[in-house]
């Protein structure tokens, strides 16, 4: 089966179909190719944060990049919300890396003060907060003695990712894109400045391609002109039983969900394309957070699983426009949950006038090449 | 206490218990954990208590799970109760590591061979009203029984189809329970059906006669019978207080304090999936059933199912199974050689056959009413976590292409219960919404823990 | 059957109960009715598999919330109370 689409989009997840709702918006009619349901589909699992703390350590322009999104989600949840029915969750209460003895609030401190200072201005505006602030923020949560304080960064949030993807999805149908699942894409044949999309059903011709496939990056990249080499890191994650809300404010290793379950991580291993989740991992993981709070250690962990991050080499994001084949882009990340407010945004915008400014500049893979 | 097995058999019931009977007389250090406190599983539950029962229906029934009971506790096996395993790993030189709890600390064991014989449970039909305080299934109803003596009381009424409707009807009636009615939702057309696999069937007469006295037994206390039930509700403000049920195109209600539902028992398949084991469909018994040798050995390199959580088989036969995958793993641990285990087996497989024949004759009488498994929208199809048929219904209608991406869009299987209860009812509404066959549909990913742990439990795993 | 029972306590009242029974036996016979609220809708939910699958049995034994009251035999002088609502960190 021949067809052909104003535009196609690889890939459905987070990333995939906040460019295709962005486009949608803008009068683009996309067709998003997504995979089936046993993909590995790194959206599905995913922690939740809307996280500005710790992005583009030696790379400001990612940081100046992550608050921007940041800046733009509370609009963007309440967009989506109105546009669809469906609730992200999403709320912007400041954010905490708890840092439990010592040595881990000095090596916290270091941070915080070299990024604020890697720019001239800073963009984070994060601080370190000390054990009575805890305390004052958090009055119904007990914390284990170890923990000293931590850092604070104000334009931190956390949001339901599942709900996200459901409410991207709907959207960007909603809003004039084409979602066929099933439907992995074999190869891509630029031609004559257009695009044949193959895939087992049939080939699309389009004029512009998004290729946002995440793990799935790899085998098509080089049919476009890229080369970026998307890597993966597993990250596991324990889940508890729905518990009452105690008012605490999400930290990259505990967040409690708008459900009321906890989720507790991470790690960050090199395991190739492994998603099972181990023990031992769940141990290290349980441990720290009953040092945190220890009353979590009543808690039941309902489910474990692992997540697959799409990582550059760098771990900042890459967009690019192909110099070899002009109307493919590329688009990868790992942020791509604290990223879709900006990604249906100004990245969509620069992808739908055909050009990629001057923001979005440092983002092209070069800087890879160049290390 | 050692951690280092050569065999290790998960659950009580008569394939387990016969499994490491066997296997630790040929010698073989063995291993049993069980989450129960005491042996038997559901069929035998609670049975040394009941040793001393000397009249009654389920007399036999007893006797033979004491017999089996006695030899487990004599045979040397090692006996861990109240032991609940949370993670099954891949073999990885020649051991498979069997992550256990005991409620306290999370510990690990290590075992050449494994065997799930975790047994089955009750097929959850879902229809309206079945959160309803009240509501109940006969196995529960049964449970209660074993375990306390106490019967069924005044406003009870039973629905569904299946021979454990019978037995547990003739068993309550015994103990001086109160049943106000029977629903039997077996389609009419099932009947005709079945009598093409009659003759076979007849080779186990005792059951069927057996299962003709206990119905007779039932009619002859009075206890009033309606056939060919198409539909039932269970109505009620916080509590069961009516059931309505339709029969041929009219609905009727009657006043229930109770209301016990048995649509049949289907394997437990959580355990042999979460080790990414093949598993099939069965099209008459409507049920996920793993793929297994004549021995019990899966596809999954050291993991061996048997019992009813390999195939609803039934007491006696899955006892029988028990025994092979037993024999089978002294064969593969080096213990007995090839001749010499099938010398054993011999007679096994002769009395293993002998309990067959009624199956297939079974199966299709009991093959559950195709409505059952398209409740209306506003029924709850995943108690745990609230989602009806009509949630999972939209998810489908937005793209969710099967089990696991309805449950990301829904949060259907996201309970504590893990997607036991709503799994197949699930799949069943996701394959006639879209005219798949079931085996493409599939169920959730199974991820650890297999049943909820503490963090405190977790944390104590040793290094 | 043997006829031993033991004394436990369904939501602060007195109740025996045969010696091997389980606590969401005991809460039954107690005639307790529900023996939790869902942590979502507020539905009051009762026990449905006795069996240890079905989750609706949850709990609190001895202080202890989220346990499987099918799943616990009962112990003399045992605490066994209705979970309401989602279960507290504390």
């Known amino acids: 089966m021949n067809e052909t689409a104003e535009c196609v989009v690889i890939g459905g997840g987070v990333v995939g179909s906040a460019i295709a709702y962005g486009l949608a918006k803008r009068g683009v009619k996309p067709l998003v190719l997504d995979e089936g349901d046993g993909a590995i589909r790194s959206s599905r699992v995913n922690f939740g944060l809307v996280w500005l703390l710790g992005k583009g350590d030696g790379m400001p322009a990612y940081g100046f990049w992550t608050r921007r999104s940041a800046d733009l989600w509370p609009a963007f949840a309440e967009e989506l919300m109105a546009y669809t029915g469906v609730d992200t969750c999403y709320v912007k209460s400041g954010g905490l890396s708890y840092c439990l003895g010592e040595a881990e609030y000095e090596t916290r401190s270091e941070i915080v003060n070299r990024m604020r200072a890697q720019a001239e201005n800073d963009p984070y505006e994060a601080c370190m907060i000390d054990r009575r602030d805890l305390v004052r923020l958090m009055p119904q949560v007990n914390f284990g003695p170890d923990v000293l304080g931590a850092s604070y960064g104000p334009h931190d949030g956390h949001v339901s990712p599942l709900n996200l993807l459901h409410a991207l999805h709907a959207a960007m149908t909603k809003a004039g894109a084409t979602y066929r699942a099933e439907s992995p894409v074999t190869e891509v044949r630029p031609s004559g400045g257009r695009f044949e999309v193959h895939t087992a059903k049939g080939v699309v011709s389009t004029p512009k391609v998004v290729l946002a496939a995440g793990h799935g990056t790899n085998a098509l990249e080089s049919d476009l002109g890229f080369d970026v080499d998307v890597l993966a890191e597993r990250g596991q994650i324990l889940v508890t039983e729905r518990m009452a809300p105690v008012g605490l404010l999400p930290a990259n290793g505990v967040r409690q969900t708008a459900e009321g379950t906890f989720l507790i991580g991470t790690t960050n291993e090199d395991v190739g394309y492994d998603t099972s989740t181990t023990p031992q991992a769940g141990a290290v993981m349980a441990r720290r957070a009953i040092r945190v709070i220890p009353a979590l250690a009543h808690a039941r962990i309902v489910r474990t699983w692992a997540g697959l991050r799409t990582l550059t080499k760098d771990g900042c994001p890459v967009y690019e426009e192909s110099a070899q084949y002009p109307g493919a882009f590329l688009a990868t990340c790992h942020s791509g949950v604290t990223l879709a407010a900006i990604h249906a945004n100004d990245l969509t915008e620069a992808i739908h006038s055909g050009k990629l400014g001057a923001n979005i500049e440092p983002f092209h893979s070069t800087r890879l090449r160049a290390q | ?463 | ?90």
């Open chain 2, 1 to 463: 206490m050692s951690k280092t097995f050569d065999f290790l058999v998960i659950g009580a019931g008569p394939a387990g218990m016969s499994a490491a009977t066997v296997a630790a007389g040929l010698g073989v250090s063995t291993v049993l954990v069980d989450e129960q406190p005491a042996p038997g599983g559901q069929i035998y539950r609670n049975v040394e208590a009941h040793a001393g029962d000397t009249r009654g229906v389920s007399v036999a029934d007893w006797q033979r799970g004491v017999t089996l009971v006695g030899e487990f506790r004599a045979s040397g096996a090692i006996y861990r109760p109240g032991t609940q395993v949370w993670q099954l790993d891949a073999p990885r030189d020649g051991s498979c590591m069997v992550y256990v709890t005991d409620g306290e600390q999370a510990d690990v064991l290590r075992a050449r061979r494994v065997l799930i014989a975790t047994g089955a449970m009750e097929r959850a039909v879902p229809i309206s009203g079945w959160t309803l305080p009240g509501v109940m299934t006969v196995g529960a109803a049964q449970i209660l029984y074993k375990t306390t003596g106490r019967a069924t009381q005044a406003g009870t009424w039973i629905a569904g189809s299946g021979p454990l409707l019978w037995l547990f009807a003739a068993q309550a009636l015994e103990a001086g329970g109160k049943i106000e009615g029977i629903l039997d939702t077996t389609p009419r057309i099932n009947y005709a059906q079945a009598l093409r696999y009659a003759v076979p069937a007849l080779r186990n007469h005792a059951y069927l006669t057996r299962g003709l006295a206990l119905q007779a037994r039932v009619k002859r206390a009075g206890v009033p019978i309606v056939k060919d039930v198409g539909a039932i509700e269970a109505k009620g403000d916080g509590v069961l207080a009516r059931v309505r049920f339709r029969m041929r195109g009219q609905w009727q209600e009657v006043q229930a304090s109770t209301l016990l539902l048995h649509h049949g028992v289907v394997p437990s398949v959580h355990a042999t999936r979460s080790i990414h084991a093949d598993h099939r469909w069965a099209p008459v018994q409507r049920c996920f059933v793993p793929v297994v040798d004549e021995w019990g050995n899966t596809s999954v390199d050291g993991y061996a199912a048997a019992g009813d959580g390999a195939g609803i088989v039934g007491a006696e036969a899955s006892a029988r199974k028990g025994q092979l995958a037993g024999l089978e793993a002294a064969r593969a641990l080096g213990t007995i050689d090839r001749a010499r285990r099938d010398e054993r087996a011999a007679p096994v497989r002769v009395e293993l056959e002998r309990h067959l024949p009624i199956r297939a004759f079974l199966d299709q009488l009991f093959t559950p009413r195709a409505g059952f498994f398209a409740p209306a929208d506003d029924v709850l199809v995943c108690r745990c976590e609230s989602v009806t048929a009509g949630r999972i219904r939209e998810a489908i209608g937005l793209g969710a292409m099967g089990p696991n991406q309805m449950k990301a869009f829904t949060r259907c299987g996201m309970g504590p219960c893990q997607g036991r209860m709503c799994g197949l009812p699930a799949a069943e509404i996701i394959a006639r919404e879209r005219g798949m066959a079931m085996d493409e549909v599939g169920l959730f990913n199974v991820r650890p823990p297999l049943k909820p742990i503490s963090l405190q439990e977790l944390a104590a795993l040793p290094e």
């Open chain 3, 1 to 90: 059957m043997t006829s031993e029972t033991v004394t436990v306590y369904v939501d602060g009242d007195p109740v025996d109960v045969a010696a091997n029974a389980s606590a969401a036996a005991a809460a039954l016979q107690a005639g307790l009715g529900y023996t939790r609220t869902c942590p979502i809708t507020d539905e009051k939910r009762a026990p449905y598999c006795m069996m240890g699958i079905c989750f609706e049995c949850l709990m609190v034994i001895d202080g202890m919330p989220s346990r499987q009251a099918c799943m616990v035999k009962v112990r003399p002088g045992m605490r066994i109370d209705r979970q309401l609502g989602p279960r507290k960190l504390q």
